[in-house]
């Protein structure tokens, strides 16, 4: 699947809802690609006493559905004001996260704008055990 269609299913899934206590939810989607070849949707969560990231959430629909390991993640973001999309590079917590689903998703391919994709080893400095001093 190439990197544009990957957004643009990103781009369908945000929604922006604010909640009675004024939080935004929505207003970042995730979508994963399975190694399997089945697309995985998320949005961001935020509230009082806790949050969830647009990643982190397709991932657990990937999990829900019995799969761990992927091919490829894009996370979306609009800017209201100019109307513009924009490609949101994971944040710690999320690429933290996708190691430990699985090792395997370290070759996974983590997409950073329409013609640039990084994988996620490359995204996560001194991912490798640590070797035992002597």
């Given at each position: 699947m190439e990197n544009i269609e990957l957004i643009q299913l990103a781009e369908k899934a945000l929604k922006r809802h604010v909640d009675r206590s004024g939080r935004l939810h929505g207003d970042v989607a995730a979508a994963v690609l399975s190694r399997n070849g089945k697309v995985y949707l998320g949005v961001c969560v935020d509230t009082p006493g806790w949050g969830l990231c647009a990643e982190r959430s397709a991932i657990a629909a990937m999990i829900t559905d019995g799969e761990y390991e992927?091919?490829?993640v894009v996370a979306v973001w609009r800017d209201n004001k100019s109307n513009k999309?924009?490609?949101?590079p994971p944040c710690g917590h999320c690429r933290q996260f996708m190691q430990n689903v699985s090792e395997?998703?370290?070759e996974a391919e983590?997409?950073?704008s329409k013609n640039k994709n990084l994988l996620l080893r490359d995204l996560i400095p001194f991912h490798e055990?640590?070797?035992y001093l002597d």
């Open positions: 992927f091919e490829k999309l924009v490609v949101l395997g998703n370290l983590v997409i950073l055990w640590p070797e």
